[in-house]
C-alpha cells in the first residue's frame, strides 16, 4: 500500500526557499515528498521483502494542478502524483521498489552465469549446483584454466582417489567452498551463503535465491 509521509514532511520547505509559483489562484511550493510501498521477495530472497520508502521533490504549481514527483534516490525505482490541494501537496498515488542493478554495479564485481564453452559451462553448473550462485568471472576463469592445463586430478593416481577427472576437480571446487563456510551453508540453507552475497550484490543488496542462471548477475537493493 503506497502512502505519503507524514504532513510534516510532506510541508517541509513551505516557508523560505519556495521557489516561483505560476499565475493562478493560489498554489503550492516546490518541496520534497516521500512514499512507500510494500513488496515481496525478489527471486525467493526474503531479504528483499519488505516495504520501500521513495523520496522526490514537486516542483511549485497552481490550486488544483497534479504533478509528478522527480525520484530523488538512485537505489529504488518508482513514480508518485501530488495534487496542490489548499496550499498543499496531497499524494495521489505512486509506486517504490529497490532497482535491480547488475552485479558489477553492486560491488563492483562481476559473474558469469552462461557460456558458449563447454568446460565454462560445466563449471557454472557446478558452482550453481554446490554454492546456490553464478561463480565470479576471475574464479572460473582460474579453474577453468586448471582443468584444462594442469595435470593434477590425473589418471595416473585414480585422480586423486576420486575415479574421474570431473569428481575429483569439483571436490576441490567444493574444498575450497568449505575453506569460508560457503559450501555448508549453501546445502544447508538452500542458497547462496551470506559472505558471497555480500560480495557478489555489497552491503545494501541482495542476491537471487533461485532463478540463478537467469538472474545471478544482477541485485536488487533491500528496503
Known amino acids: 500500500m503506497s502512502e505519503s509521509l507524514p504532513t510534516e514532511a510532506v510541508q517541509a520547505g513551505a516557508e523560505g526557499d519556495t521557489g516561483q509559483l505560476t499565475q493562478g489562484l493560489g498554489g503550492c511550493p516546490s518541496t520534497t515528498v516521500g512514499w512507500s510501498q510494500w513488496q515481496p521477495s525478489w527471486n525467493g530472497n526474503a531479504n528483499t521483502m519488505g516495504t520501500y520508502y521513495c523520496y522526490g521533490t514537486v516542483p511549485a504549481g497552481n490550486e488544483g494542478f497534479t504533478f509528478p ?38 560491488s563492483g564485481s562481476s559473474v558469469t552465469c552462461s557460456s558458449t564453452d563447454p568446460v565454462k559451462t560445466k563449471w557454472i553448473g557446478w558452482y550453481v549446483s554446490d554454492f546456490k550462485r553464478c561463480p565470479d568471472t576471475g574464479g572460473l576463469d582460474w579453474w577453468v584454466n586448471q582443468y584444462n592445463n594442469t ?73
Request: proline share 2%; net charge neutral.
Open 69 to 106: 514527483a522527480t525520484l530523488a534516490s538512485s537505489e529504488r525505482t518508482g513514480s508518485a502524483q501530488y495534487t496542490c490541494s489548499n496550499g498543499s501537496w496531497v499524494f495521489q498515488g505512486g509506486s517504490c521498489n529497490g532497482k535491480v542493478v547488475s552485479t558489477m554495479t553492486a
Open 151 to 223: 595435470t593434477i586430478c590425473s589418471a595416473s593416481n585414480n585422480y586423486d582417489g576420486y575415479a574421474t577427472r570431473d569428481a575429483c576437480f569439483r571436490a576441490y571446487l567444493q574444498e575450497g567452498g568449505k575453506s569460508n563456510g560457503e559450501f555448508y551453508e549453501a546445502q544447508s540453507s538452500g542458497h547462496i551463503a551470506a559472505n558471497s552475497e555480500a560480495n557478489a550484490c555489497g552491503s545494501m543488496a541482495g542476491y537471487p535465491w533461485t532463478n540463478v542462471l537467469a538472474n545471478g548477475a544482477t541485485c536488487k537493493y533491500k528496503p
